[in-house]
């Protein structure tokens, strides 16, 4: 079992930034790939960025050169930096953790609001 519980969100005016965290516990050694997806109202949930094992990123092209994804192995925990923000940045934002072993599993936080005002 992994937990995660994200914080950060909120509301921010177009061109800002906001960083979020999500704080992971449990068995968080058998964590393959952590990252974020989010989900408009009306939308299908999205991936925004993730972090594998072994440190390679993958990141929306939406996002790309806006947000960054990182992590602080030794807190288990995962950062989203979210610069230049925009209106349609806007939604919930849930931090997954997939493990493989010993099967695939997708773990998730309650999510948390980000609201760009343009």
């Known amino acids: 079992q992994v937990q995660l519980v994200e914080s950060g969100g909120g509301l921010v005016q177009a061109g800002g930034s906001l960083r979020l965290s999500c704080a992971a516990s449990g068995s968080t050694f058998n964590i393959n790939a952590i990252g974020w997806y989010r989900q408009a109202p009306g939308n299908q949930r999205d991936l925004v960025a993730t972090?594998?094992?072994?440190?390679?990123?993958n990141y929306a092209d939406s996002v790309k050169g806006r947000f960054t994804i990182s992590r602080d192995n030794a807190n288990n925990t995962v950062y989203l930096q979210m610069n230049s923000l925009k209106s349609e940045d806007t939604a919930v934002y849930y931090c997954y953790a997939q493990i493989v072993q010993p099967r695939r599993i997708y773990y998730w936080g309650q999510g948390t609001q980000v609201t760009v005002s343009s």
């Open positions: 972090i594998q094992i072994g440190g390679f990123t």
